[in-house]
């Protein structure tokens, strides 16, 4: 488990602190290394309070990591780049926040709670910004290609037991 980042995020929000940070790949939490095919690449990200324009205290953030992911065509080691970016609203009104989010579906909004863990942000966006099947456009793999020029099409196989059946 990788070791939190804790912030009061009203305080960080009120006091428009800012938040910049890199690490590697290999310092997140398992959850993110189950879906990489390695512990390989860096995460860069930045997090910002701020006070939004109806006066709610909000957090900005944004994120860029190069990782590597397994190809689902070749198996090979495919590198990717997660880019994200986002603001989190606080309310520590649950009715204050299901009337903001019923005003505007967009708005992403959570309860302030006393402790945010910036880095499950992180994770949480990182693991959410990559592919479901992750492919090379191209895979190059001479192999592939030789297997797929070896095997019969089945359609034709089929074609000549009817003709050799009738």
Known sequence: MSNPILIDPLAFARDGAEFHKELSVADLDERVHEVLASTA?????????????????????????SVELSCQRCLGVMPFDVASDGVITLFTSEAKLEDAVAQDEELDAIMAEDEFDVLALIEDEIIMGLPLSAKHDDCGSEHLERAKADKPNPFAVLATLKKSGS
Not at 43 to 55: E, M, P, Q, S, Y
């Open 41 to 65: 690449g860096a995460v860069k990200f930045t997090l910002a309070g701020f006070v939004d324009r109806l006066r709610r205290p909000s957090l900005r953030y944004t994120l860029t990591a």
